[in-house]
């Protein structure tokens, strides 16, 4: 991992529409933030990234863009390499490839595609979008054939050629030791789960992705890109009802058993199965009351802007090349803004 004492910041936003991509673009660059990331939930990121770009572009500020994340399994590799492509076009080479593989449910009920083991399937999936992109680059023949996915077909017709700025980094997302090894193996970035804590970090992710790359044909060091809860508001009042909304968004998290093992190294294994119970049970709101202090203070930071940006730099400096703020839709947008430094 890198030793570096800085990070980059920038802010994510969980509104891809067109119109939330270009709002938020357009905060970001006149705030000062280097970059915006964009989820994939309720639009699809990668129209988002590329809109969010040009705005930003226009703004006068460009700034980085990235899918953080965009589902790979509800795709296959040539739809994400033409994608990403086509956005790392638009960004004049300012993109970065997020991914993650969701969870079964998801990937069968919601899209309708095949799920494997998900690493093994993960490192396929990469290696085939970087196939793609080596043939559009260099126009040696298209051979990529593996147990999930085969492309063996690249026409003159459907070929781009090489892209001017260059492909962009591929980001993983993971939580588990089995991913994150993968994601030291063969990912330029680590995009760490918002569920995530420093000790978790330093204990499980980071020695985890060293592991992957040892393996590794990649030499440069693996960026860390870290999402944590940020709760920032000028006094107490304005911290409350962000306070609310992300002990709610931590008790669902720690309800999900694919996360456990984060609760489970801090000794919170009774409270994650209260969590989950409670779940079952459809008690969404009651969960929160299962975050203690401990808890919050664990997965978010708290405090004015200033000491948030303190606060940021005591937990990541040195452990995170980008730090993505991660804030509650009822912060106040010049708080936020001030966290740009």
């Known amino acids: 991992m890198s030793e570096t004492t800085r990070f980059h910041i920038e ?23 280097g970059g915006l990331q964009l989820t994939e939930t309720q639009h699809d990121p990668f129209i ?14 460009p700034i980085r863009v990235s899918t953080a994340i965009a589902v790979a399994f509800a795709r296959n590799p040539m739809t994400v390499a033409m994608a990403a492509n086509d956005v790392q076009l638009a960004a004049e080479g300012r993109f970065a490839l997020g991914l993650g593989s969701q969870v079964q449910a998801h990937i069968e009920k919601r899209f309708s595609m095949p799920w494997s083991a998900p690493a093994p399937r993960m490192r396929e999936f990469v290696g085939a979008v970087r196939a793609i992109w080596r043939t559009w680059e260099t126009g040696e023949r298209l051979n990529f054939r593996g147990e999930h996915y085969t492309h063996a077909l690249m026409s003159p017709v459907f070929d781009p050629g090489p892209n001017p700025h260059g492909y962009p980094p591929i980001w993983l997302a ?22 995530t804590t420093r000790e978790y970090l330093m204990e499980v992710s980071v020695p985890a992705l060293a592991k992957g790359r040892e393996r590794s044909e990649l030499a440069a060091p693996v960026e860390l890109i870290a999402l944590p809860f940020v709760i920032a508001g000028r006094d107490a009042a304005a911290r409350a009802a ?12 720690g309800s999900t058993p694919a ?6 190294l801090h000794g919170w294994t009774e409270t994650a199965d209260r969590m989950h119970d409670a779940s079952r049970r459809g008690e969404w709101r009651e969960m929160a009351a ?3 202090d401990d808890m919050l203070d ?7 802007p200033a ?10 400096a040195g452990l995170a090349s980008t730090v993505c703020i991660n804030a509650p839709e009822t912060a106040d947008p010049a708080d936020v803004a001030a966290l740009a430094g």
């Open 11 to 33: 802010i994510g936003t969980r509104n891809a529409s067109p119109d939330g991509a270009e709002k938020a673009a357009r905060f970001a660059a006149e705030s000062g933030f």
């Open 48 to 61: 988002g990234c590329a809109l969010a770009a040009r705005e930003a572009a226009r703004a006068g500020r």
């Open 174 to 195: 993971g939580v588990g030791a089995a991913m994150t090894r993968l994601v030291g193996e063969v990912a330029d970035g680590f995009v760490a789960h918002a569920f």
């Open 242 to 253: 962000q306070e609310a909304a992300v002990r709610q968004q931590i008790a669902f998290y």
């Open 259 to 264: 996360y456990r093992g984060v609760m489970e």
């Open 290 to 292: 299962l975050v203690d």
């Open 298 to 304: 664990a997965f978010a930071v708290a405090g004015t």
């Open 307 to 316: 000491e948030v940006r303190d606060r940021l730099a005591d937990r990541f």
